[in-house]
């Protein structure tokens, strides 16, 4: 299945639920290693980084079980043992164990972590911050050692919004003694979602979804249930593959609030989107609109993870867009590949690129790279006059359930191989 093979020029056409988000399950899944009870985390998407994480719980020597409706773990008997190997390699979010090993065992040895292609990715806001908390480091031959006396809490001014790092100290202040801190947080809906389980295990935690958090530690922590919202990523995928191929689609369970910059992107490209009931609909015919300026921003500004689908878009628009990528530097390496399909994307910088629309792209053979500009891929193939052959897909498997059995539910002509 490495290969996905589709026939673009089909216009898209209706109805596909939204799978459970990625980002926001695995520090959910990291932090069920602060119970010693069990959880169940429903919704959980079947997706090759879960797969990882469930792999990584289990060398820990947590029960973990898939369930019909999401994973059940059990987190009573967690050993010390160094993470290692590919789940840990190509997987960033494997970061978020770092804290929660720390909480929950005052020791981690993780090997350094991976995750895309898409820029240096440095590591250290994370560990000066668990420093800060009573944490100390040492790093040998690829291996990241965290040991503790004991957590406490402590005043962390993130100077930039970091995800990953905002998540470890959540992780680790719920476990320490006193209360911690955050400013300067990021405000991502995966870290309102991280607080919104640990508070149903019993965790105190004021600010969700502000840059300003206040973690109070040292509570017992009881097992809990929880639901994994919807990935507004994915969601955004299809979106633009519907402003891209034209059609008329409704994504079920898009979580419409969460998507205030992607929404308003889409009606600049010339899309009509209205929020439903249950998700949203998006409406698009005819070439797509040029965007003057597209800049990526940490939340709520337009994020980072649809700008290679946005790119796909822009290079099949009428017109000049540019793109500024301001979060990850390499996310770019597409537009060689959207080139070849007879885009016309030109790099301007590290962190920018102008596109000039060519109305109709045409199909080739194209690789992956990275989860996202994979994604991107796969919508100028739908857009693109002809066959095109997207090889790399693991990527693509990373962050996306079945995205072909999706795309196919709205009318693509698209198979993997
Ligand atoms: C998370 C998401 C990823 C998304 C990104 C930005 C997960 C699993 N991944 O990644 O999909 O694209 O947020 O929304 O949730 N930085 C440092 N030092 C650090 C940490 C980060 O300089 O120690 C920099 C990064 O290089 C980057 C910026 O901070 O420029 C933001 O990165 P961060 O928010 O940490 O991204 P991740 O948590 O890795």
């Known amino acids: 299945m490495d290969s996905i093979h589709i026939q673009g020029g089909i216009a898209l056409q209706g109805q596909v639920r939204i799978q459970g988000s990625k980002n926001a399950a695995l520090p959910v899944l990291a932090a069920t290693l602060l119970t010693v009870e069990q959880s169940y985390i429903r919704n959980c998407p079947r997706i090759a980084d879960v797969h990882a994480m469930v792999s990584l719980l289990r060398k820990l020597g947590c029960l973990v079980t898939w369930r019909e409706e999401g994973l059940q773990v059990d987190s009573s008997q967690v050993c010390r043992g160094a993470m290692r190997g590919e789940a840990v390699k190509g ?44 944490a100390r480091f040492s790093e040998e031959k690829g291996m990241i050692q965290g040991r503790t006396e004991g957590l406490h809490g402590a005043r962390i001014a993130l100077p930039m919004p970091s ?142 993870d649809l700008q290679s689908a946005a790119l796909a878009v822009l290079a099949g628009a009428e017109g000049r867009s540019v793109v500024e990528e301001r979060i990850f530097e390499n996310r770019f390496r597409v537009a060689v590949e959207l080139n070849r399909m007879g885009a016309c994307i030109q790099q301007l910088d590290a962190h920018t690129v102008v596109v000039r629309g060519v109305r109709q792209l045409h199909g080739a053979e194209v690789a992956a790279r990275e989860l996202r500009g994979g994604a991107a891929l796969v919508i100028a193939g739908l857009m693109a006059q002809g066959k095109t052959r997207v090889t790399g897909c693991q990527y693509i498997y990373r962050g996306y359930e079945n995205i072909c059995r999706d795309l196919r539910e709205l009318g693509a002509r698209i198979v993997s191989v």
């Open 91 to 134: 997987m960033r979010s494997s970061l978020c164990l770092l804290g929660a090993l720390l909480g929950r065992c005052g020791e981690a040895l993780l090997e350094h972590p991976g995750g895309c292609v898409i820029g240096e990715r440095p590591i250290d806001l994370h560990l000066w911050a668990l420093e800060q908390m009573g």
């Open 163 to 304: 995800v990953g790092a905002t998540e470890n100290i959540i992780l680790a202040g719920v476990m320490a003694e006193g209360d911690t801190h955050i400013t300067g947080a990021a405000r991502e809906p995966e870290i309102t979602a991280l607080c919104r389980y640990l508070q149903n295990c019993g965790a105190v935690i004021e600010g969700a979804g502000t840059d300003h958090l206040l973690v109070r530690g040292g509570n017992n922590l009881y097992g809990a249930e929880f639901t994994v919202p919807s990935d507004r990523i994915v969601a955004g995928t299809y979106l633009m593959a519907c402003i891209g191929a034209g059609g008329c689609v409704h994504l079920e369970g898009a979580p419409a609030d969460e998507m205030g910059a992607v929404l308003r992107t889409a009606s600049q490209m010339g899309a009509s989107c209205w929020p439903t009931e249950e998700g949203i609909c998006i409406q698009a015919s005819g070439c797509p609109k040029p965007v003057e300026r597209l800049s990526t921003l940490p939340y709520p500004g337009f994020p980072t």
